[in-house]
T-cell receptor, first 114, second 115 residues
Framework: GAVVSQHPSWVICKSGTSVKIECRSL??????MFWYRQFPKQSLMLMAT?????????EQGVEKDKFLINHASLTLSTLTVTSAHPEDSSFYIC??????????FGSGTRLTVV | AQSVAQPEDQVNVAEGNPLTVKCTYS??????LFWYVQYPNRGLQFLLK??????LVKGSYGFEAEFNKSQTSFHLKKPSALVSDSALYFC?????????????FGSGTRLSIRP
């Protein structure tokens, strides 16, 4: 079945540094990928939708300069949290939309900013 | 605009009993509905989806869901609960023929199965 690999699974960084999270579709091409943020015991909040080769579409209230998304190929999208602060600490999950219409999720990245 | 409501934060069921996790939705046009399960510190695992066809959809791990258009509901069910079913369950929706492919999640329901 379709597999999405998300790395790293957890990361701890110092305040003010940047962190990059990768999302790869391993056995299918994903023209569209999504990035979600999940706070403890809460639902997934869509941050942005990225299409291969074009700029990401951000949801209202999400800072595009803070959360940089790159979708350079049909199998890779990256989320970079720039100048991270403790309030950016969260669980980030990517999802890839395959040509068959199925949504496959990565295993998530736990970001802790200290 | 599309939205999903999961009215129960938590559902508690004894092992072996049937379980139901409720979901109602709002979407323009025909809905594309999903159920996902999440275990602690993990991503989401797909359980089942409804696009068209039979209103009763069967999915992974013995789960099924019934699409009810008149009640705009898509409740998740299982005839006999297992302790291992304890997890966080999310209902999600998108408009089937919308150019926007994003799916919107409900707030989640924590299912707790007691031995």
């Amino acid at each position: 079945g379709a597999v999405v690999s998300q790395h790293p699974s957890w990361v701890i960084c110092k305040s003010g540094t940047s962190v990059k999270i990768e999302c790869r579709s391993l056995d299918f091409q994903a023209t569209t990928m999504f990035w979600y943020r999940q706070f403890p015991k809460q639902s997934l909040m869509l941050m942005a939708t990225s299409n291969e080769g074009s700029k990401a579409t951000y949801e209202q209230g999400v800072e595009k300069d803070k959360f940089l998304i790159n979708h350079a190929s049909l199998t890779l999208s990256t989320l970079t949290v720039t100048s991270a602060h403790p309030e950016d600490s969260s669980f980030y999950i990517c999802s890839a939309l395959g040509t068959g219409g199925g949504y496959t999720f990565g295993s998530g990245t736990r970001l802790t900013v200290v | 605009a599309q939205s999903v409501a999961q009215p129960e934060d938590q559902v508690n069921v004894a092992e072996g009993n049937p379980l139901t996790v409720k979901c109602t939705y709002s979407v323009s046009g025909n809905p594309y509905l999903f159920w996902y399960v999440q275990y602690p510190n993990r991503g989401l695992q797909f359980l089942l989806k409804y696009i068209t066809g039979d209103n009763l959809v069967k999915g992974s791990y013995g789960f099924e869901a019934e699409f009810n258009k008149s009640q705009t509901s898509f409740h998740l069910k299982k005839p006999s609960a297992l302790v291992s079913d304890s997890a966080l369950y999310f209902c999600a929706v998108r408009a089937l023929y919308s150019s926007a492919s994003k799916i919107i999640f409900g707030s989640g329901t924590r299912l707790s199965i007691r031995p």
